[in-house]
Structures are given as C-alpha cells and as structure tokens.
C-alpha cells in the first residue's frame, strides 16, 4: 500500500507537470495570435543568451567590454518584452512556466530530499486511502454529543462521567490548537464504549483538515506492520509510522503479546518520543494492567511520557443501539 501511495503521488507530479505545459503552450499559441512581436524579442534574447554562453570557448579581444555589451542588450531586449506585455494587459511572467511549488519545481524532491509540498499531496493521498475516511465520517467532533454521558457520580470516581469529559475535551482542543508547539502525547484509559476510540478520530479529522499526516493502527494491525519492517524491511511503512505527525494506536493490549511485539513496540514509542512525533494510544486496560502485561520500559514511556486521560461511564454504544430501538 505504501508503493501504491508513492505512485499515487508520482502521478499528482506528473499530472501538475503535463497541465502547466499546455497550459504554458496555450499561452504562447494566444501571444504568436496577438503579440507576435514578443516572440521575436524571446528569439532574440535567446539567440544572445547562446551567444554569450559559448562566448568562454571563444578567443575575443576586449573579453569584458564584449560580455558587457551583451548582458546589457539581453536586458534591454527583456524590458521590452516585459514592457510590451504589461502594456497589452497580460503577466510580464506570462511566457514563463509557472510552478505550484518553486522549491522543487512540481517534481516532489529537493536533490534527494522529499520536498514539503510531498507531504502535503501524502496528506491527501493516505487521508482518501485510509480506514480514517471512513471512521472520521462519523467519530467528528459535529457529532460529539456530551449527553451520552450522566451528570451524576457513581462508584469511587470523584466527579461525574459528564465532568470528565468535558475535561477531556477541553485538553483534547488545546492539544489540537497547539499541536505544532506542544511536546504532548496522549493516553486514553477506561472501560470499553467510553468515547475513547470516538474522542481519538475527532482530533485525526481536525488534524487532517489542517495538513498534518495522521496514521490511525489498531494495536493488532500495527504490530502486523512492525514485522513487515523488521522482516520484509519496508521502509516507506517505517517511515510512516514514525514520521507521521501522529500516530494513534488503538486498542493497545488487544494485540497479541509477544517478547517480539514488546521490543518493537518500545522501539516505535522511543523513536516517535525522541523526534517528538506526537501518539494518542487508547486502551480498555488499567494502569495496573498496562504494568503487568508490558516490559518496564513500555510502561515507563507510556505513564511517564503521556498525558493520562481516565475515560468513564456507561457504555455509549448500548446507549446508542437502545435509542436506535425505540
């Protein structure tokens, strides 16, 4: 999927490149029609712009005074072509190939680097491919409705589940408006159908509609992924996991546990940790449980290097199905 991205993306370039060519092209055809005069500036400009370029091959007195006069006649012969289409009401840039991003000229890389506009059509591209444009349909923020959860207290919590959550939402907006500026990362705990998954995706859509690269795994799905980099050493799916401006990790402890899913899951928290790549990880386990079922060192980066977020009520998904009855 990964290589079918990269060629999806290869394509946009391609596509920018093909529509500003006879874009360009049609552009010329109009000004052979109306001011043809411009293209003979353009012949000449260039017939002296060759002149000069083979001008260090050549054996000329008074070398300088010569390069001189011909950097000034190339001048002189662009003011007028500027001029001239100024004067008739186009661009003075009209003649010219106009690229969507002048950094990499439409080609996606700067030497061998990915350009930042690659990243952006990568936004895109993952946001249409992706299991979060169908999810995020549905879990957004249009459809959050804080009813669902009782204004009363039950049991040990010290607050209703309604005061919670309105917590919970408050620090999840400041996570999203401060997102390019905060070293946070956020861990979802409680019982299951709590809005924990829900309050994940509605952050994923808002991220996405501003341009950041959201990755969205179930805790199953992405230590499928690990072995295809560990075993099959795919890395376009490793980088990504961990340069995507946020990875969500779903369900975590739902996976299977193995010495194998541990040493690699610690070493995708660590990497995203040290380049600050921010997570948001959801569990139905308790913090108790995360220390018994995870090493030392998975659990020391989730509760020491995310924010904890303690999800409680009644299950909203029976709520739900039992209103859908009625």
């Known amino acids: 999927m990964i290589n079918g991205y990269q060629a999806e993306i290869a394509k946009i370039y391609e596509n920018i490149r093909e529509n500003e060519a006879k874009a360009l092209s049609k552009r010329r055809k109009e000004i052979e029609e109306k001011l043809p005069e411009v293209l003979e500036l353009e012949r000449k400009i260039g017939k002296l712009c060759v002149e000069l370029s083979i001008s260090a091959f050549k054996d000329i007195q008074n070398r300088d005074e010569y390069l001189k006069n011909l950097r000034e006649r190339i001048t002189d012969l662009r003011v007028q072509k500027s001029e001239l289409l100024f004067k008739n009401g186009y661009p003075i840039n009209y003649l010219e190939h106009n690229f969507k991003c002048e950094k990499c000229q439409d080609t996606g890389f700067i030497g061998n680097q990915k350009c930042s506009c690659y990243k952006q059509h990568l936004v895109k591209v993952y946001y249409k491919n992706s299991d979060l444009n169908e999810l995020i349909k549905e879990n957004n923020f249009d459809n959050f409705n804080i009813e ?148 030392e060192r998975i659990s020391s980066r989730l509760l020491g290097n995310f924010s904890l977020y303690k999800f409680f009520g009644d299950d909203i998904r029976i709520k739900k199905n039992l209103s859908k009855a009625k």
Request: hydrophobic residues 35%.
């Open 148 to 295: 669902y959860y009782s204004p009363r207290k039950s049991g040990s919590e010290p607050e209703s589940p309604k005061k919670n959550i309105e917590k919970i939402f408050t620090r999840c907006m400041n996570f999203i408006r401060n997102f390019d500026s905060t070293n946070e990362n956020l861990l979802f705990y409680g019982n299951s159908g709590t809005g924990k998954t829900f309050l994940s995706n509605c952050i994923a859509k808002e991220l996405l509609d501003k341009g950041y690269l959201v990755v969205y795994r179930t805790a199953e799905s992405l230590i499928q992924n690990l072995k295809r980099v560990r075993f099959d050493g795919d890395e376009l799916l490793e980088e990504l996991l961990i340069n995507c401006d946020l990875l969500i990790i779903d369900d975590l402890g739902t996976e299977q546990i193995s010495d194998f899913s541990k040493t690699e899951l610690f070493n995708l928290l660590n990497k995203k940790i040290l380049k600050n790549k921010k997570m948001i990880v959801s569990t139905n386990c308790k913090l108790e449980e995360i220390l018994q079922i995870y090493s």
